[in-house]
């Protein structure tokens, strides 16, 4: 009978072995700085970062540049209350130095094994954001989601830039917001100054997941800041961390909206709303929503400011953009324009803009350059410099969306200027050649001919009615474009090319290899998480390298030749 009973608990222990490794088994492993204030219960800090399971079955541990990892805070989920690691027997929500980055170790817990390669970022903030659901599937039914969250932003060495609730979070963009890697609108209850960027409550993380280089979006908008363009947004590049998990490489951008240290023009809609009773919402959309030449839409306000010459922020967008939109109007050529600023407009300042905009329209149509209806030049209508520039930035970049989206221009009040502006620059991140399919092949993938000033042919009519075809055509014009090429853009070129240092004239502008060393340990990260170097296919047209460097010296390829090419258009021999 003893006996028995001794091989019954033999039996017994054996079957309760493996339950009791499988009830300590590890679900998730975060970790956080040690300073970071230990959390209550079963939550943890917004910046503790969870372990990604790798195809293999192996972990990755991504962290951000900040990060001591001398001593990390551990938190575990599931029944395991502590592990061993590197000999070292580490408690839930204790340190340990055990994480170097670099390298691959082995966490054990019972009979469970865990190998957790350590990855850091460099030079580089970071973003811990975190939704009010816990996940982006409600935001990823609709651009019109949005929902409450938090969010903290520090810098690369770890100081908080800001730390709060979020008035909400949305996700963003046309094609980009299809894609995988999602871009981010944030509200902030407050006015905040991010990372040295001025003062706003709305802030950008842009994705540029078509872009494996994640620097055309910085080149153009680094361009328009060196060549003076008034109102170009700034940056940061930054990690993101998605509710606790590692989302990748993103710019923290300020958004072109109407406002102080944004588009700091007049803001008429402000205005407006102090004229009328009711939210200029429900005041009901006339017009109509159909693309139609010579139409507009607007919405029935009663009651106008005494000045209604500014300030307007207006788009040109594609036609099927045009149609859902607020307000906006379609020019007797057929371009449809959005009116941004005053998102709710009234039809008499659609009509003020949109005779404006139609005014341009038909002086640089005509060969003397002049409206016949108004007999004034095109050049008195809008301003050359913010012209030429943002021509030149749209050319040099060979940009896919130039002429036709994400193409912005502002008028001031009368008082200020009566003239259209044209900027800021915005969404490059399908430039420099990344882009090419059916009806661009050999266009927009290649570094030689014109883009954006050239007149397409038959097969992309609908494209004759942007605007920089009908501004090329006019002598005076091309004439501003070769100067402010050759004494302004061609050195920008040269510094990014490495053949020109860096100076107070080319502002923020640095080499290719200096963007590369930038950003290089980010996108490591970035690009284990998401392989996409190398792809070819819809979201990858262009093949442009299999490796980070491979995507640099695509660019540099790309911009040698076409400096080369505008050189023959734009220099005078011997120049």
């Not at 030689?448 to 000033?453: F, N």
């Not at 302004?488 to 860096?502: C, D, K, S, T």
């Amino acid at each position: 009978m003893r006996r028995y009973t001794v091989f019954l608990l033999i039996v017994l222990a054996a079957l309760l072995l493996p339950l009791c490794a499988q009830a300590r088994e590890i679900k998730v492993l975060y970790v956080c700085d040690a300073d970071t204030a230990v959390a209550e219960g079963k939550t943890v800090p917004v910046e503790a970062i969870r372990w990604k399971k790798t195809d293999s079955g192996k972990y990755d541990l991504y962290l951000p540049a900040c990060m001591d990892t001398s001593s990390l805070r551990v938190y575990l989920t599931g029944d395991a209350s502590d592990f061993e690691v590197n000999g070292e027997t580490v408690a839930n929500r204790e340190l340990t130095g055990a994480f170097v980055p670099g390298t691959t170790v082995t966490v054990s817990n019972g009979k469970n094994r865990y190998e957790v390669t350590v990855y850091q970022s460099a030079n580089a903030g970071a973003v811990y954001l975190r939704t009010e659901s816990g996940s982006l599937n409600y935001l990823s039914e609709s651009k019109r989601h949005h929902e409450g969250g938090s969010v903290k932003i520090v810098d690369v060495n770890g100081e908080i830039s800001y730390e709060g609730e979020l008035d909400y979070v949305r996700l963003r963009g046309n094609y980009s917001f299809q894609v995988v890697k999602k871009s981010f609108h944030l509200k902030l209850p407050v006015k905040a100054k991010i990372l040295g960027m001025k003062k706003a409550k709305t802030w950008l993380l842009l994705a540029n997941y078509c872009d494996n280089s994640q620097i055309r979006d910085a080149i153009a908008l680094d361009m328009a800041d060196a060549a003076g363009m008034t109102f170009s947004m700034h940056y940061r590049f930054v990690d993101v961390y998605v509710n606790n998990s590692y989302y990748g490489t993103f710019m923290l951008t300020e958004k072109v909206q109407v406002g102080k240290n944004r588009v700091e023009i007049f803001d008429l809609e402000e205005a407006t709303e102090a004229l009328n009773s009711r939210p200029l919402s429900s005041y009901g959309q006339m017009g109509t929503d159909k693309v139609r030449n010579g139409s507009y839409k607007y919405y029935n306000i009663p009651n106008d400011p005494e000045d209604i010459t500014g300030g307007y922020l207006i788009q040109i967008e594609l036609s099927k953009r045009y149609v859902g939109s607020m307000c906006g109007f379609v020019t007797d050529c057929g371009q449809c324009i959005l009116v941004k600023s005053p998102e709710f407009a009234s039809k008499a300042q659609m009509q003020y803009i949109r005779s404006l905009v139609q005014s341009f329209e038909n002086a640089i149509s005509a060969e003397d350059g002049i409206d016949p209806v108004t007999g004034r030049h095109y050049t008195e209508i809008a301003d050359m410099t913010s012209m030429v520039q943002k021509y030149l930035i749209e050319e040099i970049m060979k940009n896919l969306d130039g002429n036709k989206t994400s193409f912005y221009m502002y008028k001031y009040p009368d008082s200020v200027s009566t003239k259209l502006f044209f900027g800021p620059v915005w969404d490059f991140d399908n430039s420099l050649g990344v882009y090419s399919d059916d009806k661009y092949a050999g266009k927009t993938n290649v570094p030689e001919g014109l883009l954006v000033g050239e007149k397409p042919g038959a097969e992309r009519s609908i494209e004759e009615y942007y605007f920089f075809p009908k501004l090329y055509a006019h002598e005076d014009f091309r004439a501003a474009v070769k100067e402010a090429y050759r004494t302004v853009f061609r050195p920008m070129i040269e510094v990014l090319l490495g053949q020109r240092e860096p100076s107070g004239a080319t502002g923020n502008l640095r080499s290719l290899d200096e963007y590369e060393a930038l950003l290089a340990p980010s996108t490591r990260m970035n690009f284990l998480l998401r392989p996409t170097l190398g792809k070819h296919d819809r979201d990858f047209p262009v093949n442009t390298g299999k490796t980070y460097h491979d995507n640099i010296e695509y660019i540099r390829d790309f911009l040698t030749v076409r400096m080369a090419y505008l050189d023959s258009i734009w220099l005078d021999e011997g120049e």
